[in-house]
C-alpha cells in the first residue's frame, strides 16, 4: 500500500540573499521535473520565509528603456533589483513581508494554471479571515504588479494590494509563489513610485499597503501561523498529512 500523500512545510529561517532566494525556488522546481520525469512521486513542498528588501522585476520591465534608472532607483531606497521568471510587472517585499513558495507535481500543470490562481487566492484570503483581517480577490483600479487575481483589503481611504502570486509551470510542475505585505508600507509605497516613474509605467501609490492598512496590529509570525492553520484545513480536505520539514540551505547569512 502507498503512502498517504504528505505537504512538507519549511520555514527557511536565514535568507539567503534577494537573487538567491528566488534562485533556490527555482532549482527546486528543476528537481520536482525531473523527479517528474523519471516517475518519482515527490510530496508537495512549501517554503515560508521573510524576503531581503528587494524589487523584484518582470521579464517584461527588463525590455523596457527605463529598466536600469528603475533598478539604480531600487537600490537608492536599500532595494535589490533582481528579475523573475514568473510573475508581471515589479513587485516589492521586505522585511514586513512573506513569500510563500509552493511546489508540487501535476501532470496537467499547465492546463490548471487559472484554476489554481483562484484556488490559491481564496485561500490566501481566509487565512487573513483568520486574523479578522477582511480580504477580498480582484485586480485594484492602479495597481502595481496588476492582476485578476490579487488580494486586496479594505483600507480607510483606498483598496490597497494585500497579496500577490506568480506561476513558473514546466512538465509535470508547477512553483506557486505568492508575496505579502503584512506591515511596513511606507518604503514599499516609495521604492515603487520611483521604480514605475522611471519604468514609464502606471501605478496609483494608494494602492501600495499592507494588513496593517486593514487592521492595525498584525504581525508577520501572526500572519505565518494562520497561514499554516489555512493550509493545513486545506489539505486536509483534500487527505493530506502536513509535517514540517528542514530545508538544507547552505550558505545563508541571518536576515537584516
Known amino acids: 500500500m502507498s503512502a498517504a500523500p504528505r505537504l512538507r512545510w519549511a520555514v527557511q529561517e536565514r535568507t539567503l540573499g534577494a537573487a538567491e532566494d528566488l534562485d533556490w525556488a527555482m532549482g527546486e522546481l528543476a528537481v520536482f521535473r525531473a523527479a517528474a520525469a523519471e516517475g518519482r512521486a515527490l510530496d508537495d513542498l512549501i517554503r ?16 523596457l528603456p527605463g529598466f536600469e534608472a528603475a533598478a539604480a532607483a531600487a537600490r537608492a531606497h536599500g532595494f535589490e533589483p533582481v528579475v523573475r521568471r514568473a510573475g508581471g510587472r515589479a513587485a516589492a517585499y521586505h522585511h514586513g513581508c512573506l513569500v510563500v513558495d509552493h511546489l508540487s507535481q501535476q501532470e496537467d500543470a499547465a492546463l490548471t494554471q487559472q484554476a489554481r490562481f483562484a484556488e490559491f487566492a481564496d485561500l490566501f484570503v481566509r487565512a487573513f479571515a483568520r486574523m479578522d483581517v477582511p480580504a477580498s480577490v480582484g485586480e485594484i483600479p492602479g495597481e502595481y504588479c496588476p492582476g485578476e487575481f490579487s488580494v486586496q483589503g479594505p483600507a480607510p481611504t483606498y483598496p490597497v494590494k494585500l497579496a500577490g502570486s506568480a506561476q513558473r509551470v514546466v512538465k509535470g510542475a508547477f512553483l506557486f509563489s505568492t508575496h505579502v505585505v503584512v506591515s511596513d508600507p511606507a518604503p514599499l509605497r516609495a521604492v515603487l513610485v520611483d521604480v514605475y516613474r522611471e519604468l514609464g509605467l502606471e501605478m496609483d501609490p494608494r494602492t501600495a499597503g499592507a494588513a496593517e492598512d486593514v487592521r492595525p496590529g498584525v504581525s508577520v509570525p501572526a500572519f505565518a501561523a494562520a497561514l499554516r492553520e489555512e493550509y493545513t484545513a486545506w489539505a486536509a480536505a483534500a487527505g493530506i498529512e502536513v509535517v514540517a520539514e528542514q530545508l538544507a540551505v547552505l550558505g545563508a547569512r541571518t536576515s537584516g
Not at 50 to 60: I, K
Open 48 to 63: 515560508v520565509y521573510v524576503p531581503e528588501p528587494t524589487v523584484a522585476f518582470g521579464q517584461r520591465d527588463a525590455r
